[in-house]
T-cell receptor, first 114, second 114 residues
C-alpha cells in the first residue's frame, strides 16, 4: 500500500535558523507529493507540491524536491520566522480513475522562538 | 471563490446519538472528499464523490457512517449511534476535474462524543 513517514516532532528552532523536515514515502505507481500546513486554529492549506521526479516545489521560502531514487520529499527553509510556527504534513496521491485521495504522514509540529 | 465551508464547526454529543455534518465545496469543483483526523495524527481518507456518485469508501467507514452528495453540490456525513472512538476532526476537501489538481480543505468539524 501507500504510506508516508514523516520526521517526528515537535521541532523547536530559533528565528532565522535553517529548517529541514524529513519525509519519505512508499507508493505503488508514480505519486504526486505535497506539503500541507495547518496554522493554529485554521484548516489545512497547501504549501507546495511536485508531480514528477526531480520537480522542485516552492512557496513562501519553503522548498522540497521530489527524489525518486531515495523516495523522499524533504521540506527546507533557509531562515524561519515566528510566523512559520504550525503543523506540517507530508502527503502523496496517486491517480486512480479520477480519485486522487491523499495519504498523509503524522505531521510535524514546528515552533519558532524569537 | 469563497472556499470550502463546513457546518457545524464544533459538535458535542452523547454516545448513541446521531450526528450529521455538512460540507459545501468550491462551486465549480466536482470532486469531493471526506477525511478524519484524530489527535496527533494526519488526516485519513474516508470517502470520495465524483459529482453525486460515491465512488470509493474506506474500510474506516463502518456501517454506522453514511455520506451523500444528492445533487453533486453539498455533501453530508452522518454518523449513527456515535461512539467515543468517533471523536475526531472531520475534514472535507474538494478539487476540480483534471489530473494533479489541488485539493482544497475546509476548516473541519470537531466532534466530541461523551
Amino acid at each position: 500500500g501507500n504510506s508516508v513517514t514523516q520526521m517526528e516532532g515537535p521541532v523547536t528552532l530559533s528565528e532565522e535558523a535553517f529548517l529541514t523536515i524529513n519525509c519519505t514515502y512508499t507508493a505503488t505507481g508514480y505519486p504526486s507529493l505535497f506539503w500541507y500546513v495547518q496554522y493554529p486554529g485554521e484548516g489545512l492549506q497547501l504549501l507546495l507540491k511536485a508531480t514528477k521526479a526531480d520537480d522542485k516545489g516552492s512557496n513562501k521560502g519553503f522548498e522540497a524536491t521530489y527524489r525518486k531514487e531515495t523516495t523522499s520529499f524533504h521540506l527546507e527553509k533557509g531562515s524561519v520566522q515566528v510566523s512559520d510556527s504550525a503543523v506540517y504534513f507530508c502527503a502523496l496521491s496517486i491517480s486512480n480513475f479520477g480519485n486522487e485521495k491523499l495519504t498523509f504522514g503524522t505531521g510535524t509540529r514546528l515552533t519558532i522562538i524569537p | 471563490d469563497t472556499g470550502v465551508s463546513q457546518d457545524p464547526r464544533h459538535k458535542i454529543t452523547k454516545r448513541g446519538q446521531n450526528v450529521t455534518f455538512r460540507c459545501d465545496p468550491i462551486s465549480e469543483h466536482n470532486r469531493l472528499y471526506w477525511y478524519r483526523q484524530t489527535l496527533g495524527q494526519g488526516p485519513e481518507f474516508l470517502t470520495y464523490f465524483q459529482n453525486e456518485a460515491q465512488l470509493e469508501k474506506s474500510r474506516l467507514l463502518s456501517d454506522r457512517f453514511s455520506a451523500e452528495r444528492p445533487k453533486g453540490s453539498f455533501s453530508t456525513l452522518e454518523i449513527q449511534r456515535t461512539e467515543q472512538g468517533d471523536s475526531a476532526m472531520y475534514l472535507c476537501a474538494s478539487r476540480s476535474r483534471g489530473p494533479k489538481e489541488t485539493q482544497y480543505f475546509g476548516p473541519g468539524t470537531r466532534l466530541l462524543v461523551l
